[in-house]
C-alpha cells in the first residue's frame, strides 16, 4: 500500500485503500500496522488532525481490527 508522509511525532505515514476500508500506518518507532473496517470519515479526520498522534489513539487504536505488518 502506498503511504503519504505526515508530520507527526509519532507517526511517519499513512496509507489508505478505499475499496477494502484498510489503513496502514507507520510509527516513528518502526512498525507498520494495517487497521480493518476504517470508513473514509475516520481516514479523512486523522489526516486533518492537528494531533495525528492523539487521534489515532483515541478513534483508532483498539476501535478496529488490526495486524502489524512489519
Known amino acids: 500500500m502506498e503511504r503519504s508522509f505526515v508530520s507527526s511525532t509519532n507517526l511517519t505515514s499513512v496509507g489508505y485503500e478505499p475499496s477494502t476500508e484498510t489503513l496502514e ?15 473514509p470519515e475516520s ?22 481490527p488490526y495486524r502489524k505488518v512489519h
Not at 507507520?26 to 500496522?33: E, P
Not at 481516514?43 to 478496529?64: E, F, V
Open 25 to 39: 500506518i507507520k510509527f516513528r518507532s518502526g512498525g507498520i500496522y494495517q487497521y480493518f473496517n476504517v470508513p
Open 43 to 64: 481516514y479523512q479526520a486523522l489526516m486533518n488532525a492537528s494531533s495525528k498522534g492523539s487521534y489515532h489513539a483515541a478513534h483508532i487504536k483498539n476501535r478496529y
